[in-house]
């Protein structure tokens, strides 16, 4: 039986839970491709884009490897498109 994960997370947008994962996600692969760590309260969603809260050289870490991280989120989140990484 295979179980699509965005009808799973569909059922719980209504108690916000599909916004906690997501920020997992975002934290996970930041973690994993720009090898630097980050908390869910850093991650923000606004009009389309991800807003990720830090030093200068997180965000600068960040924009060199956009490209990555795009792909790999783009992976995670099915059906949220991501417009950009500030």
Excluded: C, W
Excluded at 46 to 74: C, H, W
């Amino acid at each position: 039986m295979e179980i699509h994960i965005a009808k799973f997370l569909e059922r719980f947008k209504s108690v916000g839970m599909a916004e906690s994962i997501l920020k997992d996600e975002v934290v996970k692969a930041v973690k994993e491709i720009a090898r630097t760590e980050i908390s869910k309260k850093d991650v923000e969603f606004k009009n389309g884009d991800l807003v990720i809260q830090g030093s200068p050289f997180l965000k600068t870490e960040i924009y060199m490897k956009k490209a990555a991280l795009f792909a790999r989120l783009d992976q995670s989140f099915f059906d949220r498109k991501i417009g950009n990484i500030r």
